[in-house]
């Protein structure tokens, strides 16, 4: 991209990458999710079990599927759906916690490090945003490598280095945590 972001927004909406699309869900894809429908801008092993987690919530929680809620990633080249990124809205003290996922079929291309770097560059124009944050499993060393590679650092739990957040009602054991800091915070 030639400019100092990661991404460059466009006036759908979208954040645009060099090869990605960062496109806002729609409540008709979240339904097709659910019901288990397959639209042909989709990769043939999307949606994966987290995007129909996802989906599930947006009626739960109608602001993530908002301007910093959810988006399907594209990929540019071809136009398939072969993930999903989104931030956990509203932020809590400055902070937001962002998940993602990239199909199976698409991973290893740098897909994942590159959408976290534009969503959370997106993340910090946010107003009062400073941190944006992740969880990981020990146990999950690909995306340990997707955080580091966005230029996220570990961090504890009382917000210092460490990165051990201690057990996790999710996942029954321990769990890392990541975060990424606004510039004009380092």
Do not use: C
Not at 14 to 41: M, P, S
Not at 68 to 85: F, K, L, N, T, W
């Amino acid at each position: 991209m030639s400019s100092s972001l990661s991404f460059l927004p466009s006036p759908t909406g979208d954040l645009i990458t060099d090869r990605l699309i960062l496109r806002l869900w729609t409540a008709g894809e979240a339904g097709a999710v659910l019901k288990d429908a397959r639209l042909a801008h989709w990769a043939e092993d999307f949606p994966s079990e987290g995007d129909r987690v996802i989906a599930g919530l947006f009626a739960e929680h109608p602001g993530r599927l908002g301007q910093y809620g959810h988006r399907q990633i594209v990929e540019r080249a071809g136009g398939p759906v072969v993930g999903s990124i989104g931030l956990f809205w509203p932020p809590s003290g400055g902070t937001l916690e962002i998940g993602y996922g990239v199909v199976v079929s698409r991973r290893g291309r740098g897909y994942a490090p590159e959408a976290v770097r534009a969503l959370t560059g997106f993340a910090f124009t946010a107003p009062g945003v400073h941190t944006v944050y992740a969880n990981v499993e020990p146990s999950n060393p690909p995306s340990i490598r997707v955080l580091e590679k966005a230029g996220f650092r570990p961090w504890g739990p009382d917000g210092h280095p460490g990165g051990d957040t201690g057990p996790s009602e999710n996942s029954g054991g321990r769990m890392l945590r990541f975060r990424a800091t606004a510039p004009d915070r380092r």
